[in-house]
């Protein structure tokens, strides 16, 4: 369960291939472990020296990790807007099919 209260630090390290760094909290605490998936839906991906605002939690080993994370001044990306259904279309080519079947038969009897 994470704390509800929001920490800050600085990303002291990032390994992008792999997916995670360490904060080192403004407060001089022990550095903070951070995956990427923690930082749903940015911009863009972190890079070290970012300030990172998080929740922390604790994980089934005890470690303590990031969650709920944002780099501050980074937005988060605009969801795409979604295609609207063409109903249209399945209408026509039902028709058509249609239309196809009925000639077909009255041709072929």
């Known amino acids: 369960m994470a704390d509800s209260t929001v920490h800050k630090g600085v990303l002291k ?3 992008d291939d ?3 760094g360490f904060i080192q909290p403004d407060s001089g605490d022990k550095d903070i472990f951070i995956h990427i998936s923690s930082l749903k839906g940015l911009a863009r991906r972190p890079l070290r020296g970012d300030v990172i605002v998080y929740r922390v939690a604790r994980e089934a080993g005890g470690k303590l990790k990031a969650v709920d994370a944002s ?4 937005a ?3 969801a795409a ?3 609207p259904v ?3 279309r399945w209408l026509v080519a039902l028709l058509l099919g249609l239309i196809s079947a009925a000639a077909a038969a009255y041709f072929y009897r």
């Open 71 to 74: 780099i501050e001044g980074v």
């Open 13 to 15: 390290t990032w390994k």
């Open 81 to 83: 807007p979604s295609k």
């Open 86 to 88: 063409k109903v249209w």
């Open 18 to 20: 792999r997916g995670f």
């Open 76 to 78: 988060y990306q605009e």
